[in-house]
């Protein structure tokens, strides 16, 4: 809730603009979120889940500075076709879920379910708040998607051809000002043939019909015919119904640029008589893996694949914090293994803060110099809040934020009490968990831990094997031997000091 407490203005990177600008909420104390959400018809990969990280770390921000949160993020569950050119333009291929669907022997129902829950699953697991957020269905909102294909009908925006009804981009002036496309070299590169009956290149079906010859689980009667709805326009109806016709920030991914949320902004706004659709496009840069992960392909790192590599899905958010949302990863096992160490490392430190005595240079003296050395520490802690503030403000600096963090833990003028309070609100503001993690190492600390004359020999070469691979950059033998050692009734715990083993 807002309260009116002063707080740094906060700055964000609009795409729509190409410039950093300072945020002015439509209505004071409330912000309006739109995120575009997955299509349920397959894993999400690690670079997907960013996208929710982001939305995340938004939401998280914008509670820091006591705004009023009004999220939505969406479930495409129907109309996201294959695309059939390199330029992505793909109102010609087969419908994801559908295709899913036949290919499995399931219904398109069951492959959305199965999917939505894997979804949920995995932006849980990485600390992706969901209480209050809309999560609406592109299949439960026909009826408003049917009412705004009727409005771009009435206003000439719309035409006819033999496989839908189609959004005709010469008529909005605007189109492609959302990162400023090059609709002259996405004409010259086009492929010829793909739709004739299209009138521009850049021309997207708002609703397919079905075909004859086709059996399709998912289709409904229209003024137009009987059919499903385009994957764009869903994300205009829903937007409209749940934040209104304009709203302050829309985010996606950097793909979604140059089509999907143009074409959201050309239906959306030439519906609403020239309205914005939104006023701030916030975009993550991809996670690549030996170039860009593509679920169509087949090439991507799932969330489980890094569970089962030994990394815990908070460690992934770390690494990913540890950069700018807007800024490229290259996903390595050795860069994220590194990260998980360093999250490793930073826990440890939280729980030595956690378990230690009150500062002794607070404990000396007498009642008036301990009043007196508390309210530096306060103050000393209260300043450092307010700098992380400041660079979760500008354009979510959450690598600064990090560092900051880590500055907090070594400075001895803030006593470990009040370094605790900065802890918690930080966690609150990274979505990290570590207080709850470091209360974890506390208690495995105190745990079934062995001495070396415990450990029986064959483990001890494990170990000895183990620590050869790591100061080798070997993480997959390093991952085999942990998984070994576990078979026999031991888990190895690693930290700045080497390995620690403790019986399961």
């Known amino acids: 809730m807002h309260n009116n407490m002063k707080t740094p203005p906060i700055y964000l990177q609009n795409t729509l603009t190409g410039k950093k600008e300072l945020f002015t909420p439509i209505t004071t104390g409330e912000v309006s979120m739109y995120h575009c959400g997955p299509t349920v018809y397959n894993y ?75 979804f949920f699953d995995d932006i849980h697991a990485l600390g992706v708040q969901t209480t209050g957020t809309t999560f609406p269905k592109a299949s ?41 496309i090059n609709l002259k ?29 086709e059996r399709r689980f998912q289709e409904w009667d229209s003024p137009w015919g009987v059919g499903y709805p385009g994957w764009h326009i869903e994300c205009s109806a829903m937007s409209a119904k749940y934040l209104g016709n304009t709203f302050d920030i829309h985010t996606g991914g950097i793909d979604h640029i140059p089509v999907h949320h143009n074409n959201e902004i050309a239906q959306s706004e030439s519906a609403n008589n020239g309205s914005p659709l939104a006023h701030y496009w916030l975009h993550n840069a991809f996670v690549n893996s030996d170039g860009k992960m593509s679920k169509s392909k087949g090439e991507f790192t799932r969330l489980i694949t890094l569970v089962e590599k030994g ?5 992934y958010r770390y690494w990913l914090l540890q950069a700018r949302y ?39 003296g007498t009642q008036s110099s301990q009043n007196q050395g508390t309210q530096v520490s306060q103050d000393a802690a209260n300043k450092v809040w307010d700098e992380i503030l400041v660079l979760i403000n500008d354009d979510l600096n959450t690598p ?22 900065i802890i918690e609100k930080a966690d609150s503001l990274l979505g990290l968990d570590l207080i709850k993690n470091a209360r974890i190492f506390i208690d495995s600390e105190k745990a079934l831990f062995i001495s070396s004359e415990e450990i029986p020999a064959s483990i001890k070469e494990l170990l000895v094997k183990r620590e050869t691979a790591r100061k080798e950059k070997d993480w997959k033998l390093s991952d085999s031997i942990r998984d070994e050692v576990r078979n026999l009734g031991f888990e190895i715990l690693d930290s700045d000091s080497g390995q620690t083993l403790k019986k399961i």
């Not at 996208?51 to 949160?69: Q, S």
């Not at 990394?311 to 460690?315: C, K, N, Q, T």
């Open 44 to 118: 999400l990969h690690i670079g997907n889940l960013r996208a929710y990280v982001l939305a995340d770390t938004l939401r998280r921000m914008f509670e820091a500075n006591g705004y009023t949160i009004h999220q939505v993020i969406n479930i495409t569950d129907v109309g996201h076709l294959t695309a059939n050119n390199d330029e992505g333009l793909g109102d010609d291929g087969e419908d994801k879920i559908e295709k899913m669907a036949k290919a499995s022997g399931k219904t398109a129902d069951e492959i959305a379910g199965y999917y939505t829950k894997v």
């Open 311 to 315: 990394i815990a899905p908070v460690e």
């Open 185 to 213: 070299g996405l004409e010259e590169g086009a492929r010829i043939g793909v739709n004739d009956e299209k009138k521009n290149i850049t021309d997207f079906a708002l609703w397919k019909f079905s075909k004859p010859e």
């Open 326 to 364: 807007s800024s490229q990863l290259q996903y390595t096992e050795e860069a994220v293994h590194g990260a998980a160490a360093g999250y490793k490392n930073l826990v440890a430190h939280v729980a030595k803060i956690l378990t230690s005595t009150t500062d002794s240079a607070n404990t000396r």
């Open 400 to 421: 600064l934020c990090i560092s900051k963090l880590w500055d907090v833990l070594k400075d001895s003028q803030i006593t470990d009490l009040a370094k605790i309070e």
């Open 140 to 180: 439960e909102h026909i009826v408003e998607q049917i009412a705004m294909i009727k409005t771009l009908e009435e206003k000439g925006f719309v035409y006819k051809t033999s496989d839908g009804i189609y959004f005709d981009t010469s008529k909005y002036s605007e189109y492609g000002k959302l990162g400023n």
